[in-house]
């Protein structure tokens, strides 16, 4: 195993792994410059592996339909190309300025000097809204992701939410479970249309509204879920058969330390001029973290941003350099 220095010198370094940061990583090489790229979860990915590596993706140019893991490798091969240093399951903590650099220094001490820094944090460090019913069977019977969709195959499976995620996981599981349980707490979903069209024609998926989880039972010791207990707005009560839980009620996302850099916020974001600049010398942002009047947060949109970003930070750190970069097609 490879002993991580105390200090890591480097020309730019790419605070988030998620597909805007795994983009830049390739962008930075592309441009000639070396990159090391840190994320507080200890894969690449960012929210798509973290909330959905199942879910197909269908809003990115050239890729009718993906699966979020398969986007994620395929973006991480690309940045190969110009073999970036990772840093995983660390959390950058503090910035400071450091000649024409800055040094960034992690939750385990280590010390990035680099020449400039890109945040790609996208939404910060996301946190599932807990299931107020049920915490007991964390681990076993209650989840508030799906990392694996067969885990579920020909079980009965409640899914918690009334939003996308809530939504998805109803529509992706319904084909290999034995059956779904949608329960909203309210009568209209906030998730996407088309998606709650297909759930309410799946001849395997209950839909029930205005209600909510009153309590799980089970053999908690060996960790299997027979039912759960869910309790309507008029006061009745009704028992449904389940093996699993899936509590899909959001996330909250906190740019935690970022906060303490010194960077002008607009909220959870950090403002940015045309070239993604922030107001700290060197440092640039892109992604779902970064904003400007008009900003629409899309990945297609990150991936320009952070070109923008890279190509800008390439003549910033060498004058003789041109801000086009020419296209790739142009290399032998």
């Known amino acids: 195993m490879t002993t991580v220095p105390s200090i890591i010198e480097t020309d730019v370094l790419v605070v988030g792994a998620g597909p805007t940061g795994l983009y830049g ?11 090391v790229v840190i994320d507080v979860l200890p894969q690449v990915g960012g929210q798509v592996m973290a909330l959905y590596p199942e879910k197909q993706i269908r809003d990115v140019a050239a890729l009718p339909s993906i699966r979020g893991r398969d986007f994620v490798a395929g973006l991480a091969a690309q940045a190969a190309a ?4 990772y840093l995983l ?10 000649g024409d650099g800055v040094v960034v220094t992690l939750d385990d001490n280590t010390a990035v000097r680099a020449r400039a820094v890109v945040v790609t944090a996208g939404i910060g460090t996301p946190k599932p809204r807990p299931l107020a019913a049920g915490s007991e069977w964390i681990g076993t019977a209650l989840s508030y992701f799906v990392s694996d969709p067969e885990a579920h195959r ?4 409640v899914v918690v939410g009334g939003g996308d995620s ?13 059956s779904i349980t949608l329960v909203h707490r309210r009568t209209a979903f906030r998730g996407h249309a088309a998606t709650l069209a297909r759930v309410q024609a799946s001849p395997n998926t209950t839909i029930v509204t205005d209600s909510e989880v009153l309590a799980c039972d089970g053999d908690l010791a060996a960790g299997r879920l027979e039912k759960v207990m869910l309790k309507h707005n008029d006061g009745t009560e009704q028992v449904v ?3 699993h839980v899936i509590a899909a009620l959001g996330f909250i996302s906190e740019i935690g330390p970022l906060r303490s850099w010194g960077l002008e916020l607009r909220g959870r974001s950090i403002a940015v001029d045309r070239a993604m600049r922030t107001n700290l010398p060197r440092v640039y942002a892109a992604g779902d973290v970064a904003d400007y009047d008009g ?10 941003e952070v070109a923008l970003a890279m190509n800008h930070v390439a003549v910033e750190l060498d004058p003789d350099l041109t801000l086009f970069p020419g296209h790739s097609t142009d290399e032998a």
């Open 89 to 98: 399951g660390r959390q950058a903590i503090s910035l400071e300025r450091a």
């Open 295 to 304: 900003k629409v947060k899309l990945m297609s949109v990150g991936f320009g």
């Open 154 to 157: 020909d079980q009965d499976v």
């Open 25 to 35: 990583a390739y962008y930075a090489g592309f441009r000639g410059l070396d990159t």
């Open 82 to 85: 110009f073999d970036p240093t």
């Open 166 to 178: 809530a939504l998805d996981w109803a529509d992706a599981l319904a084909p290999i479970a034995r």
């Open 241 to 243: 058969a389940a093996d």
